[in-house]
């Protein structure tokens, strides 16, 4: 291609491109037309994951801050997904629920341009510029249904946290710069290993702000206090969204800075990172244990997945660094097909998101509620699926890096969420209706179809995971 | 070669997935669907008998070896393999399913097409634990087989089946995720050891541990197999399961799933940490004899009769374990005698009394009474089972606890004394439990009408107390095949055992032990 500064950037364009189109069409649409806006996201996605495919194993660096490493392609395609699937879900309830179709569907391709950009953003402004981009776009979408309180006080709550540690995040960079000079990862990384610093005040204030900043962005305990208000308030499409989007961005951002930047201060960071997973495994399941409401349920419990992921942050092993990766392919199908189902069973005047609408799911919707109990197994770590290898992926990088008691937290926690998401499955299969409760809607066929590919997916992941688990290990290998 | 063994796990499952695909919403095939769905466990059953037709009873090794690479990066292959004990247990798993699907034949009459997609599901992971030789393929299917399995509980239960289901669950998820961590730490010290992960049990038979890695890593692996036994005090989610669950349900909880764990021990926990089994294997006997007596004493005092009979395996499962433990040749064939022989004669006790309580919708011991002059057919069969549980001379039950006792009293003779207790209490309360439900007067007035054998439950219960009787007569049926194994995975335990000198206190059972392998060499 002709500048291969703009190669690195061209998944990035191709989404922003088509976010643009959708704006445009939505401003100039006659009133009354109904444009089909949603799938032109498609056209850009796709596009995102062809070149992307393209750009594999090339390493091509865009203006010294982007680069398209195999590592960022990775995550591109897995964003891609979310982002695909959210799109074909939305499809089914943006008219239904009443959201406006064109800011909606424009300010989803917007945070998936700002999650490509934190993902294979290499300089620390940037990243923080993506974190802005994607960040101001979900904080509307957890607000998008302005009739609604809850959706509102979601949206401003996890505004002002939001904001809050993004100003963490930034003096994080601010104090970087004063040790270091630079904002570049590389500069910083070279600068840091060659200098002992170990002791350096400043240097490990700064580490803990950034620290501060990634923690709150994957809801890491005790800075999730946004996560289940938000996620219960935001609709269930977007929850679905933004618990696996932004989670996947972040941790691609926070993996990056922390395990090839700041490695030399690993004996620091890594105690800290280990007790962050612990709690953050411990409260996100022993919490969700408590709920009624499947959406915070499901927040809880993707809290908890977060702390899944910092153990594997923590093992810090070749082992851990690919079962991120894969982990996050792993739960992100998961954790958006279970919210798929949320947001299609819900209503326009109910959103049927308390656990007792699920009663008796399997008698008017057997194979919807078959969907369901893959997707909540998968979240469990049950054989034969995605989330099982991911699971078993995670503990053998803590075992492997010496981490018994944070393997063995894990495992534990993973019981007692098993309980939670077998509450749903008693509920669908094993509980009757309540009287008066309306009848679960017909499911329309697209959105079947999209349930039905991610659970095919979560399958394929959890009986033949050789080739992901290659790609990932491959994509890994490229940045440390 | 044809892979007879991938075969046997597939059949019923690829066979569960055929079923899923007739339509069947209203309940209009549910006769078209239980007849395919036992045409599939027959099929699984008579692979299995091919399997053990071509099977060498006098090789110790591992037959019918399948090995394709699965997860290269970790060493992780699909590979399956079978030796006389496991051979065993497949044909116990394929001969109950057919009996099982049957015993449900009337019992379970709404979503019938699921229940029987969930057998056979059931039954695919279950003989797939015993195939296994990669440890992870292994805790694959036994994590799978909960799902089915907490489905069946929770679905087609009693009153109590959700609670039942849930407990189940996460009892024995509890004790095997612990067990993932070792399995985990396994493959890592064999990558320290020789570069690279695996989880090859073969492999991993030979890695040498320290003997405090072994001690962490036996106790996790036993703990998930005790909780599966039950071995007391891991027992309490099992009479809730066995109770709660419908009639098939219990009757694979008990014949088969609970060996899971028995066999557990004998392939896993103590071949491939021998020094901590050593060490541990007093207590553990010492927890088995307990629950021998514990088991016992609480069966006595049950008035339904499905709790009895799930306590009695609490006592049964018991001896058991006590063979496991004694690790000579006569204790560990007797163990694994004892596992089918329970099978058959648990899985007939469930299966008698699940058609009872179809009868009467009730299991209480006190609503019965002199069944014998209504349905003298039924309390014959009855009356079969009974005696083989209790392990009367000439039936199944006689030949495992003769041989556990015998092994028992090799290596410790007070395990005996205890043990020959629980064998007196069996007697006890089986008989007590015989005579109240079909000797005297018929108390109930609804009890004089109640129907005999009918033609399925004849097909149910025949081969069940032709079994007893073939097990009992003809014991070394059973006990050739699996002789070679047990001769082998003894001299595995035991070789590698340390005489406990080395701090200056010769375990009296360790020398025990010696002295037994060195009379049989």
Not at chain 1, 185 to 205: D, H, K, R, V, Y
Not at chain 1, 309 to 324: P, Q, T
Not at chain 2, 181 to 199: N, V
């Amino acid at each position: 291609m002709f500048n291969t500064d703009l190669d690195a950037l061209i998944p990035m364009l191709c989404v922003t491109l088509t976010a643009l189109a959708t704006m445009g069409t939505e401003a100039f649409r006659g009133r009354s037309e109904r444009l089909p806006i949603g799938w032109w996201g498609l056209i850009g996605l796709g596009g995102a994951a062809l070149s992307s495919a393209l750009l594999w194993n090339r390493n091509v660096v865009g203006y010294g801050v982007i680069v398209a490493d195999n590592f960022g392609l990775f995550v591109t395609v897995v964003l891609v997904a979310i982002g695909a699937l959210t799109i074909v879900f939305s499809s089914q309830v943006v008219h239904r629920d009443g959201i406006p179709a064109g800011e909606y569907y424009a300010l989803v391709l917007f945070a998936i341009v700002g999650m490509i950009m934190m993902a294979t953003a290499t300089d620390l402004l940037v990243i923080f510029v993506a974190l802005e981009i994607l960040s101001l776009a979900v904080y509307v979408l957890t607000g998008v249904r302005r009739d609604s309180p809850k959706g509102s006080e979601a949206a401003f709550k996890y505004f002002l946290l939001g904001a809050f540690s993004s100003a963490f995040f930034l003096y994080g960079i601010a104090f970087t710069y004063g040790v270091a000079g630079s904002t570049r990862l590389e500069a910083i990384g070279s600068f840091l290993s060659a200098q002992a610093l170990s002791n350096n005040p400043m240097i490990l204030l700064a580490l803990g702000l950034l620290l501060v900043g990634f923690a709150f962005k994957i809801s890491a305990v005790p800075f999730h206090m946004w996560t289940p208000d938000a996620y219960e308030g935001a609709p269930a499409i977007v929850t679905g969204f933004m618990s696996t989007g932004v989670k996947v961005a972040a941790f691609a951002a926070f993996t990056r800075v922390f395990l090839s930047t700041f490695e030399p201060f690993s004996t620091q960071w890594a105690p800290l990172v280990a007790w962050l997973a612990a709690a953050t495994m411990i409260l996100g399941t022993v919490v969700g244990v408590a709920q009624s409401n499947l959406k915070r349920m499901l927040a809880y419990s993707s809290i908890a997945h977060g702390g899944y992921l910092l153990v594997g942050l923590v093992a810090a092993n070749s082992v851990g660094k690919a079962a991120i990766l894969f982990y996050l392919l792993a739960y992100s199908v998961t954790n958006l097909a279970a919210f798929g189902v949320i947001a299609l069973l819900g209503a326009r005047d109910r959103d049927n998101d308390e656990l007792r609408d699920y009663a008796g799911l399997w008698h008017t919707r057997p194979a919807l509620a078959a969907l369901m109990t893959v997707c909540l197994l998968s979240l469990g770590g049950l054989p034969p699926t995605a989330g099982f290898i991911g699971k078993w992926y995670i503990f053998s990088a803590a075992v492997s890096a010496g981490y018994y008691w944070l393997a063995i937290i894990g495992v534990l926690t993973s019981v007692v969420s098993v309980f939670f998401y077998l509450r749903v499955v008693v509920m669908m299969y094993m509980a009757d209706r309540e009287a008066g409760l309306p009848a679960p809607a017909a499911i329309p066929g697209v959105g079947m179809a999209a349930l039905m590919v991610a659970i095919i997916a979560i399958v394929y992941l959890g009986v033949l995971p050789t080739r992901v688990l290659d790609f990932a290990a491959e994509s890994i290998a490229t940045i440390f | 070669m044809t892979p007879l063994l991938t075969l046997s796990w597939l059949v019923p499952l690829v066979g569960a997935l055929l079923l899923l695909l007739i339509p069947n919403r209203d309940g209009s095939r549910n006769a078209t669907v239980r007849w395919l769905a036992l045409l599939i466990s027959v099929a699984a059953f008579a692979l299995s008998l091919v399997i053990w037709w071509y099977f060498d009873p006098g090789s110790a090794e591992f037959q019918f070896v399948e090995r394709v690479p699965w997860i290269p990066a970790f060493g992780i292959d699909y590979y399956v393999g079978i030796d006389g004990i496991s051979l065993l247990l497949v044909v116990l798993t394929t001969f109950l399913t057919p009996i099982a699907l049957l015993s449900s034949w009337e019992g379970v009459e709404h979503k019938v097409k699921e229940f029987c997609v969930f057998i056979l599901a059931l039954e695919a992971a279950m003989i797939g634990v015993f195939l296994s030789l990669d440890l992870f393929l292994f805790y694959v299917f036994w994590d799978a087989m909960l799902i089915p399995m907490y489905f069946l509980i929770g679905i087609w239960g009693y009153d109590q089946r959700i609670y039942a289901a849930i407990k189940f669950m996460l009892y024995t998820m509890a004790g095997s995720v612990l067990m993932l961590i070792a399995i985990l730490g396994l493959a890592y010290l064999h990558s320290e050891a020789t570069g690279s992960y695996s989880f090859d049990l073969l492999k991993l038979y030979t890695l040498q541990m320290a003997p405090e890695t072994q001690r962490w890593f036996f106790l996790a692996f036993t703990i998930a197999f005790a909780i599966k036994v039950p071995l007391f005090p891991f027992h309490t989610w099992l009479p809730d399961a066995h109770v709660q669950a419908p009639t098939a349900g219990s009757v694979i909880l008990a014949g088969v799933l609970l060996k899971m764990g028995t066999y557990g021990l004998v392939r896993f926990a103590f071949p491939l940490f021998p020094t901590a089994a050593a060490e541990f294997a007093p207590w553990i006997g010492a927890l088995a004899v307990i629950g021998i007596i514990y088991g016992a004493l609480v069966a006595m005092v049950q008035p339904d009769m499905k709790k009895l009979v799930a306590y009695s395996s609490v006592s049964h499962l018991g001896f058991v374990v006590l063979g496991i433990c004694a690790m000579n040749v006569q204790g560990l064939q007797g163990a694994v005698y004892q596992m089918l022989a329970h099978g058959v004669s648990t899985g007939g006790l469930f299966l008698i009394v699940g058609m009872l309580s179809d009868r009467r919708h009730t299991r209480l011991i006190a609503e019965f009474g002199g069944l014998k002059s209504v349905m003298p057919r039924l309390t014959a069969a009855f009356l079969i089972i009974t005696l083989a549980s209790i392990g009367m001379p000439g039936l199944n039950g006689f030949v495992g606890e003769f041989l556990i006792m015998l092994g028992a009293f090799r290596w410790d003779p007070r395990y005996v004394v205890g043990a020959g207790l629980g064998v007196i209490l069996s007697a006890v309360y089986m008989l007590w439990m015989f005579q109240r439900v079909y000797y005297g007067e018929v108390t109930h007035e609804e009890n004089k009408t109640l129907p005999d054998l009918r033609p399925r439950e004849w097909a149910a219960a025949i081969p069940l107390c032709a079994m007893a009787i073939v097990m009992g007569v003809f014991p070394m049926l059973f006990l050739k095949p699996m002789e070679p194994a047990a001769r082998k995975i003894v001299e595995q335990v035991g070789y590698t055992q340390p005489v406990r000198v080395e701090n200056g206190d010769p375990h009296r059972t360790s020398d025990k032990r010696e002295v037994v392998l060195n009379v049989q060499h």
